[in-house]
């Protein structure tokens, strides 16, 4: 009885082990092992986005992700002045960030996309039509922004409706705020709000008939429609100051036509913003960095028209 109890334990043993290594097997199979397109050893990397930024690295982090699945990429909203102290500090391994050159020229960085800023107004202003036939020129921009001598929108056309001109700009150090200060040559005026979002604007105009602020494109634009978002309206600058809104100045009907502008340069340089990742030579596992940048360059042509960016425009 003792043998056969014994043998018919040992048969148990066998089976279990045979069941178990059936398991491993399967799990071992190339097959069930997910997607990993590198040589790389398993790890994980922190990237820093400013706002601007996020969505950006935000997408091409998981589209990496999900054809190297060997490789995890965390995605925090970093401000601009946390960057250099957090990658000095090993808190994140590259930023993701926004301005018309790269803000840490001391780390090595890599041009990815763009994003144009453009002059927009509630769509119920009361000077509406005439700024669409006219535009703004820069001397009446400068008069709102740096100079803050207009607080009625009735001071600066004649035979329309008294509204209260409400000036806004994106947080003070953002790179929205640097770009439009660079734009118009000078500081702001007190009377000129700052919020504290970049995100805040578009609902800020909607929200009010007399508001007027530069905007991210794609915060100015419905991405799916390519025409312009609720609320708002994409106001031609007048660069010539000649009173009227020429063709070259009548690029805002729909996101193609701006975009097509954009390719040919006619666009002003210090509206452009550029994105860049930003990282050290040195930062820990500075090989998975370097094959997500790689990755972000190749992906790029890909990715932005869904979410928006444009491709950056190649140096002549």
């Known amino acids: 009885m003792n043998k056969i109890l014994s043998l018919a334990l040992v048969l148990i043993a066998l089976l279990l082990a045979s069941c178990g290594g059936n398991k491993n097997d399967k799990n071992n199979?190339?097959?069930n092992r997910g997607t990993v397109n590198n040589d790389l050893e398993a790890g994980k990397i922190t990237v820093g986005a400013t706002e601007e930024s996020f969505d950006l690295a935000q997408r091409l982090a998981s589209t990496y992700v999900s054809q190297n699945t060997n490789i995890i990429i965390d995605v925090i909203t970093v401000k601009p002045e946390e960057i250099e102290s957090f990658i000095g500090a090993g808190s994140i391994q590259m930023a993701v960030t926004g301005g018309i050159d790269n803000p840490y020229p001391e780390y090595t960085s890599s041009l990815i996309a763009c994003?144009?800023?453009?002059?927009?107004?509630?769509?119920?202003?009361?000077?509406?039509?005439?700024?669409?036939?006219?535009?703004?020129?820069?001397?009446?921009?400068?008069s709102i922004f740096n100079a803050g001598s207009v607080s009625d929108w009735a001071q600066l056309f004649k035979k329309v409706d008294s509204a209260p001109l409400k000036a806004l700009v994106g947080p003070e150090g953002s790179s929205s705020y640097k770009m439009a200060q660079l734009f118009l040559g000078g500081s702001f005026s007190k009377s000129v709000t700052s919020t504290l979002s970049d995100n805040e604007i578009p609902g800020a105009i909607s929200a009010n008939p007399g508001a007027i602020a530069f905007l991210s494109h794609r915060k100015a634009y419905n991405l799916s429609s390519k025409y312009r978002a609720n609320g708002l309206y994409i106001i031609p600058i007048d660069?010539?100051?000649?009173?009227?809104?020429?063709d070259n100045e009548l690029i805002f009907d729909d996101l193609n036509m701006l975009e097509s502008a954009y390719k040919k340069g006619?666009?002003?340089?210090s509206l452009i913003r550029n994105h860049y990742f930003v990282y050290s030579e040195k930062a820990t596992r500075a090989d998975i960095v370097k094959s997500f940048v790689e990755y972000a360059e190749k992906e790029a042509a890909n990715t932005l028209p869904q979410i928006g960016y444009f491709e950056p425009l190649k140096k002549q």
Do not use: H, S
Request: proline share 7%; net charge negative.
């Open 115 to 142: 994003d144009l800023l453009t002059l927009c107004v509630n769509f119920n202003n009361p000077a509406l039509q005439k700024m669409v036939m006219r535009g703004i020129g820069m001397t009446t921009l400068q």
């Open 266 to 269: 006619n666009y002003p340089e």
């Open 29 to 31: 199979n190339p097959e």
């Open 239 to 246: 660069l010539n100051n000649n009173n009227v809104a020429d």
